[in-house]
């Protein structure tokens, strides 16, 4: 089973657009995502563009608010502000990276967190962690989505994530944990990384390390979930070396169409719930 993410980003779009429309009916409003996008750095743009033109396409109100890369970290914080008390939007993003004079943890720190589509606000990181209601991190929210198509009761099953980051690993963590999964999370200084990937009933990587997994890294009839996105002679390639993998597991993401075309479409999500939460 290909887990195709096109489709099924496809299908959470189309629902989330029915949903807008029913809102907007009723109340005349619609969600609004305020994006920030610092300096002129060419995956960043292309990301911000596809966020935006998706946010339109299901009546999402989306505006880029556009600063070079020697913009005062100070200017960056009372933007954001001036948006946590703007009630006409319901979703703030400040894409990464940010240049290197402007303090990540200041920006995410200073998004309201119930504003916060992200989910990297340490609050939502805390209440994702402690299983309470979070904003939960878009990519991370895709996969466990992605996950639920090739199995509905993840109870008992061993999940193992190559890679810890803030961003991926350590959130598809907590979620796989609230699912009751046995979840290990390995990593570069894991000492064999194969023999813990060949326990895995769910084995997801998000490394970026092209076609680091094996054929022989992985168990018959497992859930293979590729995050990674790595360029490889110009062409874009996953983590897991798909060719050889594909054949042996019950169900597995491609690398394009996988888990990317996901993130955005959680993003909406993440939205629209923001707006309902308010
Ligand atoms: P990251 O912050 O660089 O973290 C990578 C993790 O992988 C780290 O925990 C690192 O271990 C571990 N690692 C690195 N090399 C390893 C190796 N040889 N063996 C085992 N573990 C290794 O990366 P990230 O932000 O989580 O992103 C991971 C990948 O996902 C990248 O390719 C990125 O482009 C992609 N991505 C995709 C999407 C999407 O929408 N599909 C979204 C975000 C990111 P240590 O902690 O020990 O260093």
Redesign the pocket.
């Known amino acids: 089973m290909i887990l195709d993410g096109k489709k099924e980003a496809a299908l959470l779009r189309e629902e989330i657009k029915k949903e807008i429309l029913e809102i907007k009916k009723k109340t005349n409003q619609s969600p609004g995502l305020s994006v920030i996008l610092i300096g002129d750095f060419a995956p960043s743009q292309i990301y911000v563009k596809n966020k935006e033109k998706n946010s339109k396409e299901v009546g999402i109100t989306s505006e880029v608010i556009k600063y070079s890369k020697e913009v005062k970290e100070s200017e960056i914080l009372e933007k954001i502000e001036e948006l946590n008390n703007n009630n006409s939007v319901s979703g703030i993003l400040v894409q990464l990276p940010l240049p290197a004079h402007i303090s990540k943890e200041k920006i995410i720190n200073a998004i309201k967190p119930s504003k916060d589509v992200d989910g990297f606000h340490p609050m939502n990181v805390g209440n994702l962690s402690s299983g309470y209601k979070a904003i939960i991190p878009?990519?991370p929210l895709?996969c466990l989505l992605l996950i639920k198509k090739a199995e509905k009761n993840l109870t008992g099953k061993h999940a193992v994530i190559?890679?810890?980051?803030?961003?991926?690993?350590k959130p598809i963590a907590q979620l796989l944990l609230k699912e009751d999964c046995t979840v290990s999370i390995?990593?570069?200084?894991?000492k064999d990384?194969k023999s813990e990937c060949q326990k895995a009933d769910i084995l997801i990587?998000?490394?970026?390390?092209a076609n680091?997994v094996k054929g022989d890294w992985v168990k018959k009839d497992s859930i293979i979930i590729d995050?990674?996105?790595?360029k490889v002679a110009d062409k874009i390639v996953?983590?897991v070396d798909f060719e050889q993998v594909k054949n042996k597991v019950k169900a597995i993401t491609p690398?394009p169409g996988?888990?990317?075309p996901?993130?955005?479409a959680c993003l909406l999500k993440n939205t629209l719930d923001c707006f309902k939460a308010r």
């Open positions: 878009c990519t895709g190559i890679g810890r980051s803030n961003l991926n690993g390995v990593h570069s200084k894991t990384l990587a998000a490394v970026g390390v680091l995050v990674g996105i790595n996953g983590d690398v996988g888990v990317g996901m993130t955005i």
